[in-house]
């Protein structure tokens, strides 16, 4: 049972979502509990530890990863002004606007700004898109041993486990279910990922990796 008063503030800022349709029905504790899937029993995120949640939306899964690692710093990224905008009230009404930043723009635009590409411990990605586009967006905003955690179907499971990523200098190292979801793991490696990559959206939707 979530108890921390945070949480009813979150509650009331994504009201906001919900009504335009930016968010489901999913309680604030079954948000809360999907978020802390993100964090396998055999990994744990150092302080200091850099973050992005790609895709971020309204906030969900960033804001609830950083309430539940104090000692984490986040960049919450989507292409929507409105989801940013909310996303934003979410950071401040629980007060982490000094580790949190929320950021307007494409991930394949930021993907290649030095201080974003190999700059982060962790990447998450909750409904971003199909695996290719996560995995080429998403993986060279890594520093080497850094980890992309997504959340995972059945369907989208097998597409990661038999995608080569070696064009982008990574692989997939873990998978684990809980009560709230399915997720898999991917870790930089050491190599380099070609300056062209993460391409524009078209030429990934034309020509996936995998």
Known sequence: MVTDSRYEELATVWAAARAIGSLGSATIEDLREHAAGYISPSFSLRPGARCVDLGSGVGVPGVLLAMLHPETAWRLLDANERR??????????????????????????????????????????????PPSEVAECGIPLLAEQGSLVVSASEDTTMAWLSADLSPLA??????????????????RTAGTIADRLPRRQAARRRDPLF
């Open 170 to 187: 990574a692989a997939v190292i873990e998978q684990w279910e809980t009560n709230s979801g399915a997720y898999i793991r991917v870790q």
């Open 84 to 129: 940013c905008e909310i996303a934003g009230r979410a950071v401040r009404a629980v007060g982490l606007d000094d580790r949190v930043d929320v950021v307007h723009g494409r991930a394949d635009d930021f993907a290649r700004e030095p201080l974003w590409r190999s700059a982060h411990d962790l990447v998450v990605a909750r409904l971003f898109g």
